[in-house]
């Protein structure tokens, strides 16, 4: 057997095979980079609904994440349909949830409805205020739970946030009208674990359609030039806003999704500016968003 | 300031509310207060409810106060102690009996809290001096960070166990000069997108 053909031929698939990879990452790197730059252009008519992902998790980040929404006075009747996405077994966050929307949602409502009641020439832009759903995801690791059978059930957790995603949820209700799309238009999350599995998802999504439209593309290139802004590649935008409960380093998850998410707003001036690597965006110093 | 307040045959109520959160145990916060010279302390400044949110696994520890300082039996400083170990409605309705409110009676008192964001902020929202004790058994300690800056920005008082006694008449101190929250921004401070901006943006709503 003449070892050295085989050696050197060993050694050209091993730098054939490197280079590959390595290009590919940079690529990857570089598309991901390009990506989270990109800015959404004004696209959307100023009174379409809104439907909004909120991503809920234990104790302290559900209680932040509602006294932001208070805070920013979520308007209802621009967000018309809402969905609460809780973990397994978190029953404090579902309770909050239904609080929040049974009290403040309600109250703002009322108020709104007599303000359009009072004003009659208004009466026809008076919108219901929609509804909600509140959809729980398994866990991707219980407390306690092995390491070794952790990613099956991150798969799992993986899995049911697409379905999410996509509406196919079983918690979920088949949308109504004013809605078409299946996809949330905006997810808003502020760090529990299970948001990063939505914002994977949804950058998953994302990548799916970018592909299919290229895909179709090609086969009506020849037929149509139709416009180019369809509504997909606009929606399921991420917002992460970083627990304000961190003063001077990252989160877990926020470590894991500043290259991922589209917004990432800090609340502490000492996380100003952190990015994943050169290029990328920066975190955006946004002041204290809890009240 | 630090002064004793003299004691009155009545004096108004005035609460001190302890609370270590529903999800991690907080044991040694909840042995500093059951002690003795720290009820003393407490008696010092003028309080007469002291209430005990003493979480699912901090039975034992209230259990054993019981035990070794039964009630009506004068060796609780003339304190009333009362426990509970956790309230699923939140905490509100408890933070707000250490809120001054002159037509039931109620000085304006204490809260000590661990340093979960959720208990910093109900006690901040409420205006009530806020005592904010860090876990330090907790792996990740990044309470630590939240309570010092909030500490240096004058919204709370930020103390570990040990001297948590000399916290309360600091406590006294801050309720003096407390500021309000949420804070309202300085017209000197550059003017951050707000998150209903952020959001707007990233719909791409037309003008």
């Known amino acids: 057997m003449d070892s050295w053909i085989s050696w050197a031929g060993l050694f050209w698939v091993a730098a054939f095979a490197m280079v590959a990879g390595i290009s590919t990452i940079i690529i990857a790197m570089h598309a991901l980079a390009k990506s989270q730059n990109s800015q959404v252009p004004k696209w959307r008519p100023k009174n379409s609904p809104i439907h909004l992902l909120v991503v809920l998790g234990s104790g302290g980040h559900t209680a932040e994440m509602f006294s932001m929404l208070r805070r920013m006075k979520l308007d209802p009747s621009k967000y018309t349909y809402r969905t609460y996405l809780v973990s397994s077994g978190d029953n404090f966050s579902a309770a909050k949830a239904v609080e929040f929307e049974t009290a403040y949602i309600n109250k703002v409502a009322k108020a709104s409805a007599a303000a359009a009641a009072a004003d009659a020439e208004k009466k026809d832009e008076q919108r219901s205020t929609g509804a909600y759903t509140i959809v729980t995801v398994p866990r991707a690791r219980r407390v306690h739970q092995s390491f070794l059978t952790a990613p099956f059930s991150t798969i799992q957790s993986f899995w049911s946030c697409l379905l999410v995603l996509r509406g196919l949820h079983p918690d979920q209700r088949p949308l109504t009208a004013p809605i078409r799309s299946p996809y949330p238009d905006i997810i808003l999350t502020n760090g529990p674990a299970t948001a990063v599995c939505v914002i994977l998802a949804a950058r998953l999504l994302r990548l799916c359609h970018a592909f299919c439209a290229v895909l179709t593309f090609r086969r009506r290139a020849g037929t149509q030039t139709g416009s180019e802004t369809n509504a997909p590649d606009f929606q399921l935008r991420t917002i992460f806003v970083e627990s304000w409960a961190r003063v001077t380093t990252l989160s877990l998850s926020g470590k894991l999704l500043l290259p991922f998410a589209d917004r990432f707003l800090v609340q502490w001036p000492a996380l100003e500016g952190k990015k994943a690597w050169p290029g990328m965006r920066e975190t955006e110093y946004a002041g204290t968003l809890v009240d | 300031m630090e002064r004793p307040i003299p004691m009155r045959a009545r004096s108004p109520i005035k609460v001190c509310f302890v609370t270590v959160g529903a999800t991690a145990s907080f044991h040694e916060l909840l042995q500093t207060i059951l002690q003795e010279d720290f009820l003393q302390v407490l008696r010092r400044f003028g309080y007469t409810n002291l209430l005990i949110q003493y979480g699912k696994d901090g039975k034992s520890v209230w259990d054993a106060f019981e035990r070794q300082y039964p009630p009506h039996t004068g060796c609780r400083n003339g304190l009333l102690v009362e426990g509970f170990d956790f309230n699923p409605d939140g905490l509100d309705e408890e933070m707000r009996m250490a809120r001054s409110n002159l037509s039931k009676g109620h000085d304006g008192g204490l809260i000590i809290s661990h340093a979960g964001?959720?208990?910093?902020?109900?006690?901040?929202?409420?205006?009530?001096?806020?005592?904010?004790?860090?876990?330090?058994?907790?792996?990740?300690?990044?309470?630590?960070?939240?309570?010092?800056?909030?500490?240096?920005?004058?919204?709370?008082?930020?103390?570990?166990?040990?001297?948590?006694?000399?916290?309360?008449?600091?406590?006294?101190?801050?309720?003096?000069?407390?500021?309000?929250?949420?804070?309202?921004?300085?017209?000197?401070?550059?003017?951050?997108?707000?998150?209903?901006?952020?959001?707007?943006?990233?719909?791409?709503?037309?003008?």
């Open chain 2, 117 to 207: 964001s959720g208990s910093i902020l109900g006690a901040m929202r409420l205006g009530v001096p806020l005592v904010v004790v860090p876990n330090s058994t907790l792996k990740d300690n990044h309470q630590q960070e939240l309570a010092d800056e909030l500490q240096s920005q004058g919204y709370v008082i930020a103390s570990s166990c040990q001297n948590l006694s000399a916290a309360i008449g600091r406590g006294e101190r801050l309720r003096a000069q407390m500021l309000a929250w949420p804070p309202v921004c300085a017209v000197s401070q550059r003017r951050q997108r707000s998150l209903q901006e952020v959001m707007s943006d990233e719909l791409g709503f037309l003008d």
